[in-house]
């Protein structure tokens, strides 16, 4: 059906009527991939919601400042251990039991006992770390709410983890005292037993047996001794090295703070924050333009009509100019539908 061209004259002028444009070829010039998520979409969408993400990166720097004032980190002290190792294992052993001695519940809980404290042992150990520096030496780290606070606690825990380890060590000497000590004891009654042998015998009637046997007993009686003397020696040993070990374990460096920069650390939760808060803000934007079926670019609304877009103008600011605009489009709009009732028969 043909529209009759009666009425259109005066709109001839107009810059917005479709038919002063030239035709377009098809329904649309646009590609059939126009509508596809781009990095240039994705840009175009973070510039027109740049202040909504900027707002939220201001909300996480605010909120990271906020956590640090609420929830500072804790202050450090570190103290240094020297050890003496033992001489039946190898360094590196030893050092691995040293550092799990001391990250123990038992010097844990001595060291609250220390300090009067009635925490509970599990956070309590969590505040504290063990770092072997070499094989002689374990550094204590220590954390509290104050600077003179973790170092009472530093001090505590040095004491307390020597402290075990000098119970550990002399419970270790008890064992073996009392396994040489039964050892002793047997090698001594066989050597009574092979002495009290030989009396005997040596008051026996010469005979050639008798001097058989008599040299049996002596030798087995030699034997005897041989085989106490080392087992005496080893008790004495025993009680040398573990006193050289407990004298040989001190603190090497008593428990002093750790320097703490007092702008890099608000500073670096500030960033944190404002970072976060940056990538939740972009995440959320990226994340509503993607999901809305707004109509923002000029290819969306070519696709979604079917027809080429010519002319498209920004956002009209209010004022005496923007509402003069408005209402001569108005007018025009209205005759456009008068003449568009009266062309087509039938409809209201």
């Known amino acids: 059906m043909t529209v009759p061209d009666r009425g259109m004259d005066n709109l001839s002028g107009r810059v917005w009527a479709y038919a002063d444009l030239p035709a377009a070829e098809g329904r649309s010039t646009v590609s059939p991939d126009a509508g596809l998520v ?12 740049c202040r909504t993400w900027c707002a939220v990166a201001l909300v996480g720097l605010v909120v990271g400042v906020g956590f640090y004032v609420k929830a500072p980190p804790a202050y450090q002290a570190a103290t240094t251990v020297l050890l003496a190792p033992p001489y039946d294992v190898t360094p590196a052993d030893a050092t691995q039991a040293d550092v799990t001695l001391a990250l ?3 010097v844990a809980t001595l060291a609250l006992q220390r300090l009067g404290l009635h925490e509970n ?12 520096v070499t094989d002689r030496v374990v550094t204590l780290t220590v954390g509290a709410p104050s600077s003179n606070e973790a170092v009472h606690i530093g001090a505590a825990l040095a004491a307390a983890f020597l402290q075990v380890r000098a119970d550990q060590l002399l419970i270790e000497q008890h064992l073996d005292m009392r396994t040489l000590t039964i050892k002793i004891d047997r090698a001594k009654l066989k050597v009574s037993s092979v002495a009290s042998q030989v009396a005997a015998v040596s008051a026996e009637p010469a005979s050639a047996a008798r001097k058989a046997k008599l040299g049996r007993l002596q030798y087995e009686h030699r034997q005897a001794l041989k085989a106490l003397v080392p087992l005496q020696q080893a008790t004495a040993t025993d009680v040398v090295i573990t006193t050289g070990l407990l004298a040989g374990s001190r603190v090497l460096d008593p428990a002093a703070p750790l320097p703490r920069s007092h702008l890099r650390v608000p500073a670096t939760y500030g960033l944190a924050g404002l970072l976060a808060g940056a990538v939740m803000g972009l995440a959320y934007v990226i ?9 923002r670019r000029r290819d969306d609304v070519a696709r979604a009509l079917g027809a080429p877009v010519r002319l498209s103008v920004g956002r009209l600011r209010p004022g005496l100019l923007g509402r003069l605009g408005a209402a001569a489009r108005s007018r025009e709009v209205a005759r456009v539908a008068t003449q568009l009732r009266t062309a087509v028969p039938g409809r209201p």
Do not use: H, K, M, P
């Open 38 to 49: 781009s990095l240039s979409y994705i840009c175009g969408a973070l510039r027109r919601c």
């Open 104 to 106: 123990s519940r038992a």
């Open 121 to 132: 042992v599990n956070r309590f150990q969590s505040a504290y770390t063990a770092t072997a």
């Open 287 to 295: 994340v509503a333009e993607l999901v809305s079926d707004r109509l």
